[in-house]
């Protein structure tokens, strides 16, 4: 039994947007009553080596969103994404629409405004975004309801969110072959994510969940549906009643040798402002990087 509040009758529209670069899927949800819709996760396109910042992902999602005569009204964030950017802003900029992260982002604009050295122009209380979530706090999509469940461990401001019949795992779960996110950066923490994961896993087993990532593993296609039942039975790192310590000694040892996100360090600095980029003395977009300092 979960003590959130699940209506499993409630069946959004659930459509994925799957970003070759970094092998994350945004989503359009859409309320099946009105033309009240969300996205969830958005991705801003990098040429990292280049410095170029391109919108052909957010572009798809605005052009569907457009094309069903969608309203947006929510662009939400399950977390500060160490491996994207958002393109939150440009797409709000397009199609209106509120912001939406978990309200720990405050502890992640902390420790990150630290590691960028940011001036005190940098706000460390989320108030670049419009709305912050805590555990178990509700909004409406049109005539349908979301909740936000409190997720931490891989970050800390994780939050999953459910809408309906369809749960958005953000990075705490990937399908039951991929296992889990990582628990190693900073205010990440294993024993955590587990909770975290069997807090989740509370949901209804027949309850849609859908992955932010999926690498493919074994050579599969890429997949991004699966199902809280399916994730209980089958999840390699956590299904079939795998204890805590055996999850946190797995799950820190494979961290360990994991490297470093190749996006890591401009999506840092993009996500915790919102999506914005920021800007140098000029006003002029520009990123950073701190050497050694991650
Ligand atoms: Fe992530």
């Not at 190693?184 to 923490?189: S, V």
């Given at each position: 039994m979960t003590p959130y509040p699940v209506n499993m009758d409630v069946r959004p529209a659930v459509e994925a947007f799957f970003d070759d670069a970094t092998n994350t899927i945004s989503y359009i949800v859409k309320d099946p009553t009105s033309e009240a819709c969300a996205i969830i996760d958005s991705v801003m396109d990098i040429d990292y080596a280049a410095g170029r910042i391109t919108y052909d992902h957010a572009d798809a999602l605005i052009a569907r969103i457009t094309e069903m005569g969608g309203k947006l009204e929510w662009i939400i964030e399950t977390h500060v994404h160490a491996d994207h950017l958002s393109a939150a802003p440009y797409i709000q900029q397009k199609l209106g629409g509120k912001i939406g992260v978990g309200e720990k982002i405050m502890v992640v604009q902390e420790t990150f405004g630290k590691v960028f050295n940011e001036?005190?122009?940098?706000?460390?209380?989320?108030?670049?975004?419009?709305a912050l979530f805590k555990d178990g706090d509700t909004y409406e999509i049109g005539n349908m309801q979301g909740f936000a469940m409190y997720t931490?461990?891989?970050?800390?401001a994780c939050m999953v969110h459910v809408i309906g019949n369809a749960a958005f795992a953000g990075d705490t779960l990937f399908m039951p072959d991929g296992g889990s996110a990582r628990a190693?950066?900073?205010?990440?923490?294993a024993g955590e994510l587990y909770d975290s994961i069997q807090k989740v896993l509370t949901?209804?087993?027949?309850m849609r969940l859908f992955m932010c990532h999926d690498y493919g593993p074994n050579g599969r296609d890429i997949a991004w549906e699966t199902s809280v039942g399916e994730e209980k039975a089958h999840n390699i790192h956590v299904g079939g009643g795998k204890t805590k310590e055996e999850f946190v000694k797995f799950r820190t040892e494979r961290d360990a040798q994991l490297a470093v996100p190749k996006l890591i360090i401009p999506s840092l600095q993009v996500n915790m402002r919102a999506g914005e980029v920021p800007t140098d003395d000029n006003g002029n977009p520009m990123l950073k990087v701190p050497v050694n300092g991650l």
């Open positions: 001036g005190t122009e940098f706000q460390r209380d989320g108030s670049q975004f419009d931490p461990g891989h970050t800390p190693d950066f900073p205010g990440g923490d949901l209804p087993d027949d």
